[in-house]
């Protein structure tokens, strides 16, 4: 007869194991300097995410978070990279490396020290956060976030800073999947139809920008507007 604790003990050790390549899937976002690789790692960070909502419905019995974890893989790990590469030009996507604020040693120190804070800011929200998985998620996902916010910040362009807002809502949803596993199937949805539009709509403006500047760089907008 199976143990029920060692059952329990996996799925806790699988959550665990998704959410530490969830993070490293996070920090190569911060240390990659391709805009084909950018689109990978968000579509692996989606892929975890999508694991972890999984083992977190088999361990309550949700079917809302295998919900999340469906419409996560199909909207994030395939649709988005998949118009992110059909909406911007060729040129855009293959080019040189990202140009960006800070070198990539001193960005990798800053999300660590991120990533660190995020552990200290989420003690005082496990209160809230019912379960032992949150003690993996709430945290990774706060640091997801900021390492998300921190990306926005110092790239310079546009796709590269989309990336990063789209892993913000990743590592929202990585510590949302255990905070909440019951959200309404329409809310989960909705938000996933609203990434998609957005996902849309800033590829095609990012095509728009490199065909009239000949830069992705978000700087640039000031040329369109003396023009």
């Not at 988005?80 to 140009?99: C, D, F, G, K, Y």
């Amino acid at each position: 007869m199976p143990d029920p604790h060692l059952s329990v003990t996996l799925v806790s050790e699988l959550n665990l194991l998704a959410a530490g390549f969830f993070l490293l899937a996070t920090f190569g976002l911060v240390a990659t300097r391709q805009v084909l690789d950018c689109i990978a790692l968000f579509a692996g960070q989606s892929v975890l995410l999508a694991a972890s909502a999984a083992i977190l419905g088999h361990e309550t019995a949700s079917p809302h978070l295998y919900a999340v974890a469906a419409i996560t893989l199909v909207a994030k790990a395939f649709l988005i990279p998949a118009l992110l590469r059909r909406t911007v030009s060729e040129a855009v996507v293959a080019r040189r490396e990202i140009s960006q604020v800070l070198n990539v040693p001193t960005s990798l120190l800053i999300a660590l020290g991120l990533a660190i804070l995020a552990y200290f800011l989420a003690g005082p929200l496990q209160a809230a956060a019912p379960g032992g998985q949150t003690g993996v998620n709430l945290p990774i996902g706060l640091a997801a976030l900021l390492i998300g916010a921190f990306t926005v910040t110092v790239r310079r362009e546009a796709l590269p800073q989309v990336l990063g807002l789209l892993s913000m809502e990743n590592g929202a949803f990585f510590a949302g999947v255990a905070i909440a596993p019951d959200l309404p199937l329409f809310a989960e949805l909705a938000a996933a139809f609203d990434v998609l539009i957005i996902a849309l709509v800033m590829g095609l403006l990012t095509r728009k920008l490199h065909e009239h500047v000949g830069s992705t760089a978000v700087a640039d907008l000031t040329d369109l507007k003396e023009g």
